[in-house]
């Protein structure tokens, strides 16, 4: 199954560019890093924008969580980075109770390899 909705999908400029590429966060740190030197940058974050809308409309969802307030879809696989690297990343998105567009959660490197 593929992301529902992923054509839809919400993705904030600020998780970008305030978080998963951004030197100085407490939590994204050790992710700007990651994505960092595969030639992902603040100044070209839509990169990583298209990157991880491609990664969530091309690989299936590994798992799905219900919770009261909606659904949390995970996407594990490939993602391609402006060096031609294929990074093996899992995509978190979220859809709320009542609603069908995705909204984006966050990102992080994967140590196994997932295909």
């Given at each position: 199954?593929?992301?529902?909705?992923?054509?839809?999908?919400?993705?904030?400029?600020?998780?970008?560019?305030?978080?998963?590429?951004?030197?100085?966060?407490?939590?994204?740190?050790s992710?700007?890093?990651?994505?960092?030197?595969h030639?992902?940058?603040?100044?070209?974050?839509?990169?990583?924008?298209?990157?991880?809308?491609?990664?969530?409309?091309?690989?299936?969802?590994?798992?799905?969580?219900?919770?009261?307030n909606?659904?949390?879809?995970?996407?594990?696989?490939?993602?391609?980075?402006?060096?031609?690297?294929?990074?093996?990343?899992?995509?978190?998105?979220?859809?709320?109770?009542?609603?069908?567009?995705?909204?984006?959660?966050?990102?992080?490197?994967?140590?196994?390899?997932?295909?």
């Open positions: 199954m593929k992301l529902p909705g992923c054509d839809a999908a919400t993705i904030p400029k600020d998780k970008i560019v305030g978080y998963l590429l951004s030197t100085t966060h407490r939590a994204g740190k992710k700007a890093a990651f994505f960092g030197k030639g992902f940058a603040v100044e070209n974050w839509r990169a990583l924008e298209h990157a991880l809308r491609e990664h969530a409309a091309r690989k299936p969802v590994s798992r799905t969580v219900d919770s009261a909606g659904a949390r879809y995970i996407v594990d696989g490939p993602l391609g980075a402006p060096d031609g690297a294929a990074l093996n990343v899992r995509s978190v998105w979220f859809i709320s109770k009542g609603t069908t567009v995705p909204r984006f959660a966050t990102a992080h490197p994967l140590k196994r390899r997932v295909t």
